[in-house]
């Protein structure tokens, strides 16, 4: 019987360690899909983490999402920038420089003949 016991407790352990690599397998495998497909829609290596869908299917929306997203914040980033306040108007400093400032504000007194 100690036989039978140590042949049972032996497939037990190697079922455990196949079911270790199938299980390893699957995660690289799992893995060399996410970098592809970040590959493939342009996501920088550092957003792939943020796929972490398990299907297949999914991993592929979840990626064409996260792409779409990209590009969308990308669009308003240059958005932005062409958004930007102008200089401020500093016209008001070089006709003070120059003399022929009012005294009165920016707003102009007008004299009138007495």
């Given at each position: 019987?100690?036989?039978r016991a140590e042949s049972e407790e032996t497939q037990e352990l190697f079922i455990a360690e196949l079911q270790s690599q199938l299980a390893q397998a699957r995660r690289e495998a799992l893995q060399?899909?996410?970098e592809a497909l970040a590959a493939q829609h342009g996501i920088p290596a550092e957003?792939?983490?943020?796929?972490?869908?398990?299907?297949?299917?999914?991993?592929?929306?979840?990626a064409a999402l996260l792409a779409r997203a990209m590009r969308a914040r990308g669009a308003q980033g240059v958005l932005g920038h062409a958004a930007e306040p102008a200089a401020p108007d500093l016209s008001w400093l070089r006709e003070r420089l120059s003399g022929r400032a009012n005294?009165?504000?920016r707003g102009g007194v007008r004299w009138q003949d007495e």
């Amino acid at each position: 019987m100690t036989e039978r016991a140590e042949s049972e407790e032996t497939q037990e352990l190697f079922i455990a360690e196949l079911q270790s690599q199938l299980a390893q397998a699957r995660r690289e495998a799992l893995q060399a899909k996410r970098e592809a497909l970040a590959a493939q829609h342009g996501i920088p290596a550092e957003l792939i983490a943020l796929l972490r869908a398990e299907d297949s299917e999914q991993l592929a929306q979840d990626a064409a999402l996260l792409a779409r997203a990209m590009r969308a914040r990308g669009a308003q980033g240059v958005l932005g920038h062409a958004a930007e306040p102008a200089a401020p108007d500093l016209s008001w400093l070089r006709e003070r420089l120059s003399g022929r400032a009012n005294p009165f504000g920016r707003g102009g007194v007008r004299w009138q003949d007495e």
